[in-house]
């Protein structure tokens, strides 16, 4: 299900909801999408605003009223790709770190089933 998969994707439910009403409906105003999502108005604006942080929800003023527009599903994508470029940068600092410690743990416990299995 499409929901899963955003779930997985790191949104949460509500915040997975929202953008999929966002982009069935296209521009909408918070009581549509509200209603579209079948999330309490009032916390639908909390929602726009982590998705608007996550750079999932846009939004727009028109004629005194806000209208907010999901962006393009290609760019979770591109999201991603970004944050796995951001951890490749960073990932040789963080091995460095780990190769600092003298004494790393070296006892490993298993138990059960499972654990008889994976001795073997």
Same mark, same amino acid.
Request: no cysteine.
């Given at each position: ?19 999929? +009403? +966002? ?6 105003? *918070?009581? /549509? ?10 916390? *639908? ?16 003023? /028109?004629?005194?009223? /806000? ?17 796995? *470029?951001?951890?490749? +940068? ?31």
């Amino acid at each position: 299900m499409v929901l899963d998969k955003l779930k997985a994707f790191g949104l949460n439910e509500k915040e997975a909801k929202i953008y999929l +009403a +966002a982009l069935e409906l296209g521009e909408a105003n *918070v009581q /549509r999408l509200a209603k579209k999502s079948r999330i309490k108005r009032t916390t *639908v604006y909390d929602v726009l605003d982590a998705l608007k942080d996550k750079g999932l929800i846009f939004s727009s003023l /028109r004629d005194k009223h /806000r209208y907010y527009t999901a962006t393009d599903p290609r760019e979770l994508e591109e999201k991603l790709e970004e944050r796995k *470029v951001g951890l490749r +940068a960073i990932l040789p600092e963080l091995l460095s770190i780990t190769n600092l410690i003298d004494k790393k743990p070296k006892i490993k416990f298993y138990e059960g089933l499972e654990g008889i299995k994976e001795i073997y």
